[in-house]
C-alpha cells in the first residue's frame, strides 16, 4: 500500500478552515477515488473515527485536478502529488 497524504488547495483551507481532527471532517468537502477500493467512508485509526465521504470520481487525475481547483480534500497516495506539496499547489493538515 502507498503512503497516502490527505491534502487539499491552500485556497480551499483558507475558505473552511484547516480541520484537525477526524470529527472536524464532517464539515468539509471529502473527494474519494472510487476504483481504490476502500470504504465509502475514511478510517482514522490512530482516532478511532471514521467520516463520509460526500464525492466520489473515478479518475485518480480528476481527484488531483478538483484539489487543485479548491473544490475539496482527499487522501491521495504521496506518489501522485509530491510535486504539487513541493510547489505549494496542495497543503494538508499539520504541514
Do not use: I
Request: hydrophobic share 35%; aromatic share 8%.
Amino acid at each position: 500500500m502507498l503512503p497516502h497524504v490527505l491534502c487539499g488547495a491552500p485556497a480551499y483551507l483558507r475558505r473552511h478552515g484547516v480541520p484537525d481532527t477526524p470529527q472536524a471532517l464532517r464539515g468539509h468537502n471529502c473527494l474519494r477515488f472510487t476504483l481504490s477500493g476502500h470504504a465509502h467512508e475514511w478510517n482514522f485509526h490512530r482516532h478511532g473515527q471514521t467520516v463520509p465521504v460526500r464525492y466520489q470520481v473515478n479518475s485518480s487525475l480528476a481527484v488531483r485536478d478538483a484539489l487543485r481547483a479548491g473544490f475539496g480534500l482527499s487522501p491521495v497516495p504521496r506518489t501522485y502529488v509530491e510535486d504539487d506539496l513541493a510547489q505549494g499547489r496542495l497543503t494538508g493538515p499539520g504541514r
